[in-house]
């Protein structure tokens, strides 16, 4: 490779992105489609030593189309790739939740909250919340943590520890 192509490529290396669009413009007579810098400048490069060195020979084209007529190229995918995924499996309950039959208590403006806990929900005033946080919402009239609110947050922390 002569000395120009050498520090032509090195000089790929140090562009930004939107030079190397640029430089891909002069070199390819249209614009990429790419930003990708690594996909650019090694495109850039291979170019510039094609103009410099000339393509690849008409023996070596017909021999990559040979070995590519040779190919057994798959037009379907195998059908073990056609089995559909198993459906993920919902995610186990909480550990910083309270075991279900457990009883919260919060006192808050003056009032005691009683809520009572389930597996799958909560229970508070006769209803059913999918989570601490929508009661604490329900009690207060703003968004709460619901482990916050309740004061089960540290305890699950220290439970862990």
Not at 44 to 54: F, H, K, M, T
Not at 69 to 80: A, I
Not at 142 to 148: K, V
Request: glycine share 6%; net charge positive; charged share 30%.
């Amino acid at each position: 490779m002569a000395e120009s192509i050498v520090a032509q490529v090195t000089l790929l290396r140090c562009m930004t992105v939107g030079e190397l669009r640029t430089r891909y413009a002069e070199v390819f007579g249209e614009e990429p489609r790419s930003r990708n810098k690594d996909y650019l400048w090694k495109r850039i490069a291979y170019r510039i030593q094609e103009l410099a060195e000339g393509s690849l020979s008409e023996r070596a084209k017909g021999r990559a189309r040979e070995l590519a007529r040779d190919t057994d190229l798959r037009v379907k995918p195998p059908k073990d790739m056609l089995v559909a995924p198993e459906p993920e499996k919902a995610p186990k309950r909480d550990p910083r939740l309270p075991a279900a039959g457990a009883t919260l208590k919060r006192v808050f403006n003056g009032k005691e909250h009683v809520v009572q806990v389930f597996e799958d929900a909560f229970e508070y005033n006769g209803s059913r919340f999918p989570s601490l946080s929508a009661i604490a919402r329900e009690i207060t009239g703003t968004r709460w943590n619901g482990f916050l609110f309740f004061g089960i947050a540290g305890a699950a922390k220290d439970a862990r520890r």
